[in-house]
């Protein structure tokens, strides 16, 4: 089995675990997550210790290698009915602004019509100046609404204008003036 596969998760407390048919159901106090787990696994919950562990009923290297996913994604549920997940882009632009009305986000990139983004179920948005936020409790759901928001406009090479990630780091392209002049 992999090495993250491997690891035991720890249940932190107010976290309740349910299993029913390979269907694992997180509560905690931001909301409620499931996932199904493929047949060749079985959930072990120590419970004395609050620990929960997945192990594949048959040993082989694509068992292996799903272990550590599924791993993955029930600790990402845990941590997110715990601590939620948030993803950070920034605008840059003149006139470029983003808003937020009835948990819609309104974003005005420079074209004929305002851009309006709807936020799924357990999704939010916060603007704070040219920082748009993106909250929720799926960590894959708020990458993909975070990546469609990067999508409304990316950021150019030339003057970096555009929407980026907090910690994206364009490369910068010189213009035409210095290529051409020697």
């Known amino acids: ?26 509560k905690g106090p931001k909301g409620q997550l499931e996932q199904i787990l493929p047949d060749n696994f ?30 993955s994604l029930i600790f990402n549920m845990i941590k997110g009915v715990t601590d939620g997940f948030e993803k950070k882009l920034e605008i840059n632009g003149v006139s470029y602004r983003a808003s937020v009305q009835n948990n819609n986000l309104i974003l005005n990139l420079g074209l004929s019509h305002p851009v309006e983004i709807e936020a799924p179920k357990d999704i939010s948005f916060e603007v704070e100046k040219n ?28 003057k970096g204008k555009g929407i980026k990630y907090i910690d994206e780091v364009i490369r910068r392209k010189s213009g035409k003036k210095s290529a051409g002049t020697e």
């Open 1 to 26: 089995m992999s090495r993250i596969g491997k690891k035991s998760i720890s249940i932190p407390d107010g976290v309740e675990l349910k299993t029913e048919n390979k269907k694992v159901i997180i």
């Open 42 to 71: 079985e959930l072990i919950q120590d419970k004395e210790n609050k620990e929960l562990s997945i192990k594949p009923i048959k040993e082989s290297k694509s068992n292996s290698a799903l272990g550590g996913l599924f791993r």
């Open 131 to 158: 920082i748009i936020t993106v909250l929720g409790i799926d960590k894959q759901l708020v990458g993909q609404i975070a990546a469609k928001v990067r999508e409304q406009k990316k950021p150019e090479p030339y």
